[in-house]
């Protein structure tokens, strides 16, 4: 009888012992989950669209860092992206799970760019509970070597001028002249992120390097080519809303609203009401773009990390021309001039209308994904079902980017030479970033 209970002693600790030593499988729905839950919490504390971005970008290098460590595909963004240093290598003698300590630096750097930290930390403990379940020697090797990037890539990232700006001057409106930019109802914001052109860029050689052409000079003289825009703007805004909320072009301009400031006033209430950034939106993108193909995790995570790359700093060249032009939007001039009861379709976010942000990143992103996965690629785009509207289906990444584009205008916040010069721009910067990142060893 001892002899039987020994044996099934033995049994039971051997199956204990193997169950401990599995091995770990890391899929790209790990991934997507982080950079998921990235978005929610983003959404829920409210960041404005250029901090979004930054957002995204550091936590995806973070990652990307330790996988190209690892995979002789992939090369390192260390001198290819500003001011970046190699990270530190892990122990010789240490076995560690590679897509593990990329996960460990994703969420811990992402901890350190938002507010509601413990809705991060609720996936974390998930994850790290059902690895160290399987292997807790090389969960934890892992981890440590994890903490150790992100600690540096956090050193790097708190060094972009970020914190600076923070303590710089708040936007000041000059009412004196009537073509610079007014806060707009309802919440009458001040401009945000004035001094974004500051942030240190990635790869572009400055915020002005795809420095756009003036838009067209302001005048409200009826055959001026700036009032011919003005009156577009809001003539199309009439057409469209007589159709009602079916029209095709009223649902455009709500798929791509992605406008985090959008207040609603109930009596003496007002709140915000939780939508997307546009740089979410196109993370979600390239989501769709990855499981179509049945990316790997590396080949995921080179996508986001290029993806957002363009997009952080198509943020930067964007911010900067708006505040050089600093142009008044469409709603406070039909409001002053033509139609003081006009609304436009969408509520006008707080910033200059020049040029327009939707269209530059869209364009940037646009060019970068087709870059990964190629022209033509037709994708059904789910990003805004969580939010109440249908799916749209894309026969490209450059058939999107040019819808986003003219949602602006159909939405009644730009004019046409914002959305039309806008696009050109992020392209022209999309094609830069795309062609002067190496991530690839065969490039």
């Not at 540096?152 to 000041?172: A, L, S």
């Not at 009032?227 to 029209?247: A, P, R």
Request: aromatic share 10%.
């Amino acid at each position: 009888m001892k002899k039987i209970i020994f044996l099934v002693s033995f049994i039971v600790l051997l199956n204990s012992c193997n169950t401990k030593t599995e091995s770990i499988v890391i899929t790209p729905e790990d991934l997507h989950a982080s950079v998921d839950r990235v978005t929610e919490i983003m959404i829920h504390d409210i960041f404005s669209p250029p901090v979004a971005s930054r957002i995204f970008v550091y936590p995806n290098i973070a990652a990307y860092e330790i996988i190209a460590l690892r995979n002789p595909e992939y090369n390192s963004l260390a001198s290819q992206v500003r001011n970046l240093s190699p990270i530190p290598s892990p122990e010789a003698t240490t076995t560690i799970n590679h897509e593990i300590a990329a996960m460990v630096a994703h969420m811990e750097v992402s901890k350190k760019l938002i507010f509601s930290e413990a809705a991060m930390e609720t996936l974390q403990d998930s994850l790290y509970q059902s690895w160290k379940s399987k292997n807790a020697v090389v969960f934890e090797n892992s981890k440590t070597y994890g903490l150790q990037v992100s600690d540096h890539i956090i050193d790097w990232m708190n060094k972009d001028n970020y914190n600076q700006t923070r303590t710089m001057p708040k936007f000041t409106v000059n009412l004196d002249d009537p073509s610079r930019w007014q806060p707009t109802p309802p919440a009458y914001m001040n401009g945000i992120e004035p001094h974004w052109n500051k942030i240190r860029p990635f790869v572009i050689d400055s915020a002005a390097q795809f420095k756009p052409i003036p838009p067209p000079p302001f005048s409200l003289e009826k055959n001026s080519d700036f009032y011919k825009e003005l009156v577009e703007v809001y003539e199309i805004s009439n057409q469209i809303t007589k159709k009602g909320d079916d029209s095709e072009e009223i649902k455009i301009a709500q798929f791509w609203d992605c406008n985090p400031y959008v207040s609603v006033t109930r009596g003496h209430l007002m709140f915000a009401t939780k939508k997307i950034s546009p740089g979410a939106h196109w993370m979600g993108i390239t989501k769709i773009a990855s499981r179509k193909i049945n990316s790997d995790f590396d080949q995921t995570l080179y996508a986001y990390t290029k993806a957002s790359i363009a997009m952080a700093d198509a943020f930067i060249s964007c911010w900067d021309e708006k505040y050089r032009s600093n142009l008044i939007r469409p709603e406070t001039l039909i409001n002053d001039h033509i139609d003081e009861n006009w609304k436009p379709v969408l509520q006008t976010p707080p910033f200059p209308e020049y040029v327009s942000g939707h269209s530059v990143v869209s364009g940037a992103a646009s060019v970068v994904l087709t870059d990964i996965f190629g022209d033509n690629f037709n994708f059904d785009d789910d990003t805004e079902v969580a939010y109440g509207l249908p799916i749209r289906s894309f026969t490209s990444f450059r058939q999107a980017a040019d819808e986003a584009a003219i949602s602006r205008m159909y939405g009644g916040i730009h004019y046409r030479a914002a959305v039309e010069i806008g696009v050109k721009q992020g392209r022209d910067l999309g094609k830069f970033v795309a062609d002067k990142l190496r991530m690839k060893s065969n490039q």
